[in-house]
């Protein structure tokens, strides 16, 4: 009796891992590819504004629970400066770029992501073309300052993109609360509750 009573209980947890190791390999193969969330407001200051769209992208790895994951941040920043000696009329300076970083993530239970991001691998990329200075009032002279201003309004704009990217980062250990329902996906990052929407069809499950 009490050796069919260990056979049992041997049985049973064997099933426990094995149902275990199943919900997180059909976790992980519901979040392969890549993800765009709607555009969030992480800054508001009043002179100075930002917003963001971030996007996931997984990539299986060695194993059904594992691989590896892309986080970017596209960041719009827009600041308004008040005329001053050097600034005539109000001046509103706005810019776009992209931080990277990535990491691996490991499948911890049906609806949790263990995520380990490489720190080393940050990288900020803003145009300079794309940074915009704006006049409300256009002349002569503000014409010629906005030539004067733009490096520095590029050094600003990059300052202030790859700031918000390390917030946006910083201490990311996991992804939980996930909910896949579709090409719709529900999570939960920093406490921050997001929605993303996948950006291609989701990749066929590997052939065993």
Known sequence: ?????????????????LT??????KLAQSIQGEWTS???KIL???AAQATVVRILEFTRGATDTEGAVTM???VTVENTM???DSIQTPLTISASGTATITGVYQAKDDDELMISLDATSLSTQVDPEGVVLNYNVVTEESGSAATKLKPAAVVLATQQINRAAQNLFTNIHKIDDIKVRGNLMQCEINHKDLVFSR????APAPSK
């Open 20 to 25: 275990s190791c199943n919900s997180r390999a």
């Open 44 to 46: 508001d200051t009043g």
């Open 82 to 84: 008040p005329f001053n």
């Open 199 to 202: 950006e291609s069809a989701q």
């Open 38 to 40: 709607n555009p969030e």
């Open 1 to 17: 009796m009490k050796k069919s009573t260990l056979l049992v209980c041997a049985a049973a947890v064997c099933g426990l891992a």
């Open 72 to 74: 970017s941040a596209l």
